[in-house]
């Protein structure tokens, strides 16, 4: 077990991912531990980074965002941006729900959704394939988003 969580700490974050819009009340009756133990080391965890934020997980198709995909990019090293700058900024763009540096063929690898096929094709022409330090993408549309 990692140091500074204990077999407490760890039933919290389980609950939590699955139940992280709970009181603290129903925390503490779920898991039964008190109250006032359940808020502390909930506020612990945050302020140690163990718990980075809370969110939600959103339905995607129910907003009208039916066309999920996964695009690999390949970073161009000779270009003015450095790879992790590339990576944030594509975090930040509208529709990406996460971006990752990652190992092998391919250097990030984002997840979007879309609200059209057409949307996705301009997304990935007008907009990824004109930014510096992208070489090039292959963009794998999803059938089915299980997790």
């Not at 919290?12 to 133990?37: F, V």
């Not at 506020?43 to 980074?49: I, N």
């Not at 090293?77 to 790879?83: G, R």
Request: hydrophobic share 40%; with cysteine.
């Amino acid at each position: 077990m990692l140091e500074n969580i204990d077999k407490k700490d760890m039933k919290i974050i389980e609950y939590l991912k699955e139940h992280g819009r709970d009181k603290i009340s129903d925390i503490s009756n779920a898991l039964q531990i008190p109250r006032a133990t359940i808020f502390e080391r909930m506020e612990r965890l945050r302020k140690d980074g163990f718990i980075k934020k809370y969110t939600v997980d959103l339905n995607y198709d129910k907003l009208g965002y039916s066309v999920m995909s996964y695009i690999m990019i390949q970073y161009n090293p000779k270009a003015s941006i450095d790879q992790r700058t590339l990576c944030l900024n594509l975090s930040k763009m509208d529709n990406v729900i996460s971006a990752s540096i990652v190992t092998g063929d391919w250097d990030i690898v984002l997840l979007t959704a879309q609200k059209s096929m057409r949307d996705l094709s301009k997304f990935v022409l007008e907009q990824l394939r004109t930014m510096d330090g992208i070489e090039k993408s292959v963009t794998i549309p999803l059938f089915e988003r299980v997790l």
